[in-house]
């Protein structure tokens, strides 16, 4: 219970933290998934590994955006397929480790 609840409220300042209302949301759900992974695996180096991820993925489509002028649709298309990817990656780490706990 105590492990759950350190999640929630550093996954709210980790939200906080990010300012802008949209990117709040955005960052504290981020948070919950990088809590989960590190009180999962004991370590907080897969969430280092992830949040670099997270990140250098973000800038990387701004900078794509801002210099490859692409049009509204592929843009859209491209971030859908983004979501969608992390998406699936995000529930397929979450049921490895919860899986990992049963055989245990």
Not at 8 to 25: E, M, W
Not at 31 to 42: H, P
Not at 92 to 104: G, K
Request: net charge positive; with cysteine.
């Amino acid at each position: 219970m105590a492990s759950s609840r350190g999640i929630l409220v550093t996954s709210l300042l980790f939200g906080l933290a990010h300012l802008i209302p949209a990117t709040i949301v955005f960052a504290t759900l981020i948070g919950l998934y990088l809590g989960y992974v590190a009180w999962k695996t004991g370590s907080i180096w897969p969430t280092v590994v992830g949040h670099l991820a997270i990140n250098s993925g973000i800038n990387f489509f701004r900078m794509v955006v801002k210099f490859a002028e692409l049009s509204e649709p592929v843009q859209q298309g491209v971030a859908w397929t983004a979501v969608v990817i992390s998406s699936v990656c995000c529930i397929v780490t979450i049921w490895h480790l919860s899986r990992r706990d049963a055989s245990a």
